[in-house]
């Protein structure tokens, strides 16, 4: 199996700076696509940034400009820098990827989330 643990979440003040990160550990085989997803309250499960292997990038047209996701292969980590941090960023951010366990099919994993609170 693998397991995606989140951290760097937490309260800020708007025009604020967080940075998240993720590790994916278990039986690793191979880790492809990661990302960033969150959920506010009410609200569905949105987008945030995704990245592939090569290091391809895909953003939500809200944090473009903002946010930048990256990756370390080697670590199997990928982390979001959060900059100029809005109230509206506020939710659950949840790490997402596609990962091969040890004698396992490739599956689609999710971390258990970290709270962002962005208020004065």
């Known amino acids: 199996q693998v397991q995606l643990v989140e951290s760097g979440g937490g309260l800020v003040q708007p025009g604020g700076f967080l940075r998240l990160s993720c590790v994916a550990s278990?039986?690793?085989?191979?880790?492809?696509?990661m990302g960033w997803y969150r959920q506010a309250p009410g609200k569905q499960r949105e987008l945030v940034a995704t990245?592939?292997?090569?290091?391809?990038?895909n953003y939500a047209d809200s944090v473009k400009d903002r946010f930048t996701i990256s990756r370390d292969n080697a670590k199997n980590t990928v982390y979001l820098q959060m900059n100029s941090l809005k109230p509206e960023d506020s939710a659950v951010y949840y790490c997402?990827?596609?990962?091969?366990?040890?004698?396992?099919?490739?599956?689609?994993?999710w971390g258990q989330g970290t709270q962002v609170t962005v208020s004065s």
């Open positions: 997402n990827a596609d990962a091969r366990a040890l004698l396992r099919p490739r599956n689609n994993y």
């Open positions: 278990g039986s690793i085989v191979t880790v492809y696509n």
């Open positions: 990245i592939t292997t090569g290091g391809n990038t």
